[in-house]
């Protein structure tokens, strides 16, 4: 959802998503509540999906916006410079309500802390 957000405000950016516990999902579509509440203020994500964050990635990116507990942290993160977290509620298991409220969540981070 952040990136999706992001691109818009600032699409002269190289914007990715990706996540640092994807595993086995990787290359699977993202989640269809996701889908759905973006949908509802104008972003198709219905082709997006789940990416795994490598340290190689990590290594040209400037900035990785994390929104997970800190002690799931990859070991090639750990006191990184670039790391910035965001207490985002895990919304696996949740309802449709839950997710909107999420997705309200990360559009205001990223209005308010990365679009300048």
């Keep these: 959802m952040a990136a999706a957000f992001l691109k818009k405000i600032k699409p002269e950016l190289f914007v990715m998503d990706a996540g640092s516990q994807v595993g086995q999902r990787a290359g699977t579509i993202i989640h269809e509540y996701v889908i759905d509440v973006m949908r509802e203020v104008g972003f198709d994500l219905s082709k997006q999906t789940r990416k795994q964050l490598t340290p190689e990635l990590a290594k040209v990116a ?49 209005e308010n802390n990365l679009s300048s």
Excluded at 69 to 89: A, R
């Design 62 to 110: 400037n900035k990785i916006i994390v929104m997970d507990e800190k002690g799931n942290l990859p070991d090639y993160l750990l006191g990184s410079g670039k790391v910035t977290f965001w207490d985002i509620e895990d919304a696996a298991g949740t309802d449709l309500a839950f997710h909107r409220k999420i997705r309200d969540q990360i559009k205001n981070l990223v």
